[in-house]
């Protein structure tokens, strides 16, 4: 499961930087990404931040909940 | 996970603001423009901080009663956690005040000796250096009990001091920071019905946001405490 996980982040990874490849060979096209003062790359970077916080706190409540469940076995 | 669902709710309510914030309309001002934005962040930090500070004093005045050192826990993670709401609310404060008291036609040191006397800030710092102090008077005790309770008396002291530094003294002193005649951001005549839109939901986002991580802390030290004890 965690390797699968691991393989679609990475090729999640690829295909974003594939498309970042294909957005830098045309002129200035009207794409959502470049519109109003290219807003929306502030907003995917923010974004993207939230999301890695809140993996990190996610991971790091089921790690407790091990800790807890073994502390309460043993 | 056990009773997830308000964690749902904080995800998706910080989702809301930070793609809302961004990209929903905001009344256009002079010297403040984009910036005004930063009420769905900055202005967020302090209030989940003092939500969190109120916890803690709660759990103070509980253990108190009680004498229950679970308690005391509570008190300690929820003050911990509120003092990095705080200094992320201090943070985000200094570089959007850089962008919008200081004047940009002189130098930086210039407005900073109009800007340092800023009764605001001085009085955020007051009461975050009660806070930090309540950690190092916390830590530096080793008996549990004793600890748990000068720490909760203090804890009390520290947050009847949160008023006067952090809601009265600002006031009474001329400042630059918006809020002067009422309360900041919940005035009914200072914020636009749009903004609202996203602050409140905002302000509950960072909250849960707050309070998530202080469950996460609190468990973690009441494994500790039990393999002590055991």
Not at chain 2, 200 to 213: M, R
Request: glycine share 4%.
């Amino acid at each position: 499961m965690k390797k699968l996980i691991n393989l679609a982040t990475v090729f999640a990874a690829c295909f974003f930087s594939l498309a970042a490849v294909a957005q830098n060979d045309k002129v200035e096209m009207a794409n959502v990404m470049r519109s109003n003062g290219r807003v929306y790359v502030v907003v995917a970077v923010v974004v993207l931040i939230l999301i890695g916080l809140l993996l990190y706190l996610v991971r790091l409540e089921k790690k407790i909940n091990r800790l807890e469940k073994e502390n309460t076995g043993s | 996970m056990r009773k997830s669902w308000w964690k749902i709710v904080c995800v998706l309510l910080l989702f809301y603001t930070c793609i809302g914030g961004f990209l929903l309309d905001v009344p256009q001002l002079p010297a403040l423009s984009e910036t005004i934005r930063n009420l769905y962040f900055h202005v967020c930090m302090w209030f989940c901080m003092m939500i969190l500070f109120t916890a803690s004093v709660v759990y103070a005045i509980k253990f108190l009663r009680s004498y229950n050192i679970k308690d005391d826990i509570y008190s300690r993670q929820f003050a911990a956690v509120g003092i990095l709401f705080g200094v992320l609310g201090y943070a985000t404060g200094i570089i959007w005040m850089s962008f919008t008291w200081a004047d940009p036609n002189n130098p930086a040191a210039a407005s900073f000796s109009a800007i340092a006397k800023e009764p605001k800030l001085i009085g955020a710092a007051i009461a975050l250096l009660i806070y930090f102090a309540y950690m190092v008077l916390r830590d530096s005790i080793h008996d549990i009990d004793k600890r748990a309770r000068i720490s909760a008396v203090y804890n009390i002291f520290a947050y009847a001091l949160l008023f006067p530094t952090i809601w009265i003294l600002p006031r009474i002193l001329p400042s630059l920071h918006p809020g002067q005649e009422g309360n900041p951001a919940l005035n009914f005549k200072d914020i636009d019905n749009k903004m609202r839109m996203v602050f409140y939901p905002a302000v509950i986002g960072w909250t849960l946001l707050g309070v998530w991580i202080t469950s996460i802390k609190i468990r973690l030290s009441l494994v500790k405490e039990k393999q002590l004890l055991s």
